[in-house]
């Protein structure tokens, strides 16, 4: 190639260019947003952590479930919902879903249900209900809540659809370094390896944000995610924890936006120290410091092209617990075991047959050029780590997704054990101690799939 022929295809290269930022700032998406108060009005049980004596006492701030509705040039559609939830439930998922379809006519695919993973929300329906001291009557409080906290998820989705206006939407990514690996680390040694920057085990400090503006350049809303516990308190007071805080902050700065959170891949993360309501915040400032830079980067306008795809993935539990185990775990010291074991045993009495593999949830979106893969359950960061390596470093990685219904090990921390390896099987209810040794190959297979499928979309 001469000077003259690179000249031209230097000339061609820009105008291509410049032809595609014209469509981008010019072609727009429609966004809307709703939200909704969903602090319980009724003293029901807290989420998260089995040792809690009684229900709730008050509040450091209201909780939210909270939509963003977007729209691409062609008319396709999707949905983000994010909650200040432990984790949505799988019967919940399931009738949000069908209600979803047929009220507003959109498929599980166009729909991302999110749970923040804090631990001073209430119990919902079906979830980890061994790990509580529940009788008859906290029972049907949670139900009564959940079917509420249906209906309000339902209404705010039909909201933000029905407020769909021009906006331009914008992505970035910085990172701030709260979340530390706990199974590497012994919390009370945390403050002492901080000093000595000798943290270990892999983590995932990035901050993804999706930035809505409207057409006068207004933030509209910005949603985000970290990998990390949210389990800074573990008190009686209702609360978002850190990312509560995040919210609050974003929203008391950006006046009129939304201010939205995700939870990332950290079932193996925890923000510490920790147990302060000063930290809390703290560590909530650091994750709006962090969104703030991305906002003032700016972030890259994403053209208005949305493709959504989702696989229900059978995934397969490992060994079941025998008749024998549970007659003797039913003896265990620990209480949340206890009622495993009798709850299991009952079941076999009366003949129950238990599930052998779980349907579990995985979700691929591409907006413009930022692709995002949701995964169902608290999921461990090897998942974040290998798909940023294998779809780029770009890509955003969100757990506790759509059905939160067990720990989801990488193959490693199968292999390792411990609670995240398996250990939570019991807290979670499975009737099994892990899941089979395929769980990460079955994902990442999913995903891979999904990935393809939203990229081969493009036109
Ligand atoms: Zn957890």
Not at 112 to 127: D, E, F, I, K, W
Not at 270 to 283: D, F, G, K, V
Not at 288 to 317: H, I, K, Y
Request: glycine share 8%; net charge neutral.
């Amino acid at each position: 190639m001469n000077f003259t022929s690179i000249h031209f295809a230097a000339l061609l290269l820009v105008s291509c260019l410049a032809g595609e930022q014209v469509f981008a700032a010019d072609a727009l998406w429609k966004a809307g947003v709703a939200k909704a108060n969903i602090t319980p009005a009724e003293p029901i049980w807290m989420a998260g952590y089995g040792g809690r004596t009684n229900p709730a006492e008050g509040k450091v701030m209201d909780l939210w479930i909270k939509a963003l509705a977007l729209e691409d040039a062609r008319g396709r559609r999707a949905v983000i919902v994010t909650s200040d939830t432990l984790g949505i439930s799988q019967s919940i998922y399931i009738n949000v879903c069908a209600a979803a379809k047929t009220r507003l006519g959109l498929e599980p695919e166009q729909l991302m249900l999110s749970a923040s993973h804090t631990h001073c929300g209430p119990v919902l329906r079906g979830a980890l209900y061994d790990i509580y001291p529940l009788d008859d009557e906290r029972r049907s409080r949670i139900d009564k809540y959940s079917a509420g906290l249906e209906t309000k998820i339902v209404e705010t989705i039909g909201k933000a659809l029905a407020e769909l206006a021009p906006a331009r939407v914008a992505a970035g990514q910085a990172s701030t370094p709260f979340a530390v690996n706990r199974r590497n680390n012994r919390e009370a040694d945390v403050p002492k390896l901080i000093q000595q920057g000798a943290l270990k085990g892999p983590v995932d400090h990035s901050v993804p944000v999706l930035a809505v503006f409207l057409p006068d350049g207004k933030l509209k809303a910005v949603l985000f995610g970290y990998a990390c516990h949210n389990t800074t308190m573990d008190f009686y007071q209702w609360s978002g924890d850190y990312a509560g805080f995040a919210q609050l902050a974003l929203e008391k700065s950006r006046t009129n936006a939304m201010a939205m959170f995700f939870g990332g891949c950290g079932a193996d993360q925890n923000p510490l120290p920790r147990r302060q309501l000063a930290l809390t915040e703290r560590y909530g400032n650091m994750l709006a410091s962090a969104v703030e830079e991305v906002l003032l980067a700016p972030p890259r306008t994403l053209s208005p092209e949305l493709a959504t795809a989702m696989e229900t993935v059978t995934l397969n539990l490992g060994a079941a617990p025998t008749e024998a185990e549970l007659e003797k775990l039913k003896e265990d010291k620990n209480a949340s075991t206890q009622r495993w074991a009798t709850r299991l045993l009952g079941d076999l009495k009366s003949g129950k047959q238990f599930i052998r593999t779980y349907p579990y949830p995985v979700q691929v979106w591409r907006l413009g050029d930022q692709v995002l893969v949701t995964l169902g359950g608290e999921v461990v960061v090897d998942y974040a780590l290998k798909f940023k390596m294998e779809f780029g470093p770009q890509t955003w990685v969100a757990g506790y997704c759509n059905d939160v219904m067990a720990y989801i090990p990488s193959l490693r921390v199968l292999k390792e054990g411990g609670y995240e390896g398996g250990g939570a099987h019991i807290v979670y209810g499975l009737p099994a101690y892990r899941w089979a040794e395929d769980v990460e190959e079955l994902i990442t297979a999913s995903a891979q799939r999904l990935v393809k499928q939203v990229q081969t979309s493009r036109k």
